[in-house]
Every structure is written in C-alpha cells, then in structure tokens.
C-alpha cells in the first residue's frame, strides 16, 4: 500500500513569489493535514481538510491556504514568499475525521526562499 | 495555549540498556497521544500511540500515559544503534462535539543516541 506522496520534493523560490505544494493522501484516507517544521518552531499544524473542506487551522498568515479535491488529495498554497517561509513542509493523512487516528506522514517539500 | 514539553538531549543511552524518553503537556483536555520517530532528513514515522492512562507495549516499545500528572512516556527496550533519532511526542484535544479538532501539536523532541 503506498503511503503518502508529496511532490516537489525540493523547491527553490525566490521572495515575493508563490508556490504551491502538492499531497496524495493514503489510498482510502479521507483527512489530510498539513504541517511546517522549522529547526527553531518545530512542527507546526497548518491546517487540516476532510472531504473538501478546511476544518481546523493553525496560528499561521492568510499567506499560506489550502484546497482539497474529491481524491482527498490536497495541496498548499504560499504566495509573497518571505524568507522565513524556508521549512520543509509536512503533509499527513489519517483514515476518518476523527482526531484520534494516528496520522501518517509523507517525506516532505524542503522549501527554500531566497 | 497548548504545550508539549521535552528534554531536547542528547540522551545517551549504551545499546542493550532502557531508554526512556519523557513528555509533558499543558492541556488537560488532551486526549490522544503519539510518539513519532524522526531520522534527520527524514520524515516523522508513527512509532506508537495511546489514549487510556497505563501502559501499551508493542515489541520492544512502551509507551505509558499519566493524565493525572500529564504525562507519557516511552520506554526502548534492548536499544539499538538504529533507534538513534530524534523522538517527538505529539498530543490532540477532542471536543465535546466530536467534530474536527486542532492538529497534533508537537513538542520539540528528544535526541536519543545509542552507543554501541
């Protein structure tokens, strides 16, 4: 069973710009979260999507949005890059909406702002 | 606000021995609780989870949860070489409603090293 799938699994942007980050969820898995990890923060909750809506969202700008699709695949947005938006970027999925399922995670965009 | 406290390390701990690692969280409200391997470079990998007070032992993992104090720990047995990584401990609240909640929040982690 293939687990979670992120892509681009590197990205090199400069200020200003935007970029958007891309989620496959496990097959079957419905809840799609996503997470930035920074060496000073640690993993923070972004936001989470279950069946095409944003339940829950983490303290983080009106930069940063989301969208899921009818495949519960997901994807993130960041537009006006800031340097300190360089993180690698976590996206993971859980079986049900209920919170506790154990969430399972997929290797990670390692974004860089220049 | 949420918190989730632990010992950054490293914790040095000779292979063959116990290692245990610590985590402490502020919300009482906190319900389900995770412990998550992360190899640098790498991505989290779920290692176990528990959400009754006691203890819940898989292989050579236990993980053990205290709400009175607000704690959970996790317990290595026969460590080795290859259990050197950074350990996050992660907590969620689950209201009332049983609707969506926050995501999980994370603590820092533990750097474990194992000597060999």
């Known amino acids: 069973k293939a687990g979670v799938t992120q892509t681009p699994r590197y990205l090199i942007k400069t200020r200003g710009q935007q970029v958007t980050l891309s989620c496959s969820p496990i097959?079957?898995?419905?809840?799609v979260s996503w997470y930035q990890q920074t060496p000073g923060q640690g993993l923070q909750f972004l936001f989470e999507?279950?069946?095409?809506?944003?339940?829950n969202k983490g303290n983080f700008p009106g930069r940063f949005s989301g969208r899921q699709f009818s495949n519960s695949r997901s994807e993130m947005n960041v537009s006006t890059l800031e340097l300190g938006d360089s993180a690698l970027y976590l996206c993971a999925s859980s079986l049900s909406g209920q919170r506790n399922q154990p969430q399972h995670f997929g290797d990670g965009t390692r974004l860089s702002i220049l | 606000q949420k918190e989730v406290e632990q010992n950054s390390g490293p914790l040095s701990v000779p292979e063959g021995a116990i290692a245990s690692l610590n985590c402490t969280y502020s919300d009482r409200g906190s319900q389900s609780f995770f412990w998550y391997r992360q190899y640098s470079g790498k991505s989290p990998e779920l290692i176990m989870f528990?959400?009754?007070?006691g203890d819940k032992e898989d292989g050579r993992f236990t993980a053990q949860l205290n709400k009175a104090s607000q704690y959970v720990s996790l317990l290595i047995r026969d460590s080795q070489p290859s259990d050197s990584a950074t350990y996050l401990c992660a907590v969620t609240l689950i209201p009332d409603s049983g609707g969506g909640a926050d995501g999980l929040t994370f603590g820092k982690g533990t750097h474990l090293i194992i000597q060999p």
């Open positions: 528990i959400y009754s007070n």
């Open positions: 097959s079957g898995h419905r809840s």
């Open positions: 999507y279950f069946s095409e809506t944003q339940r």
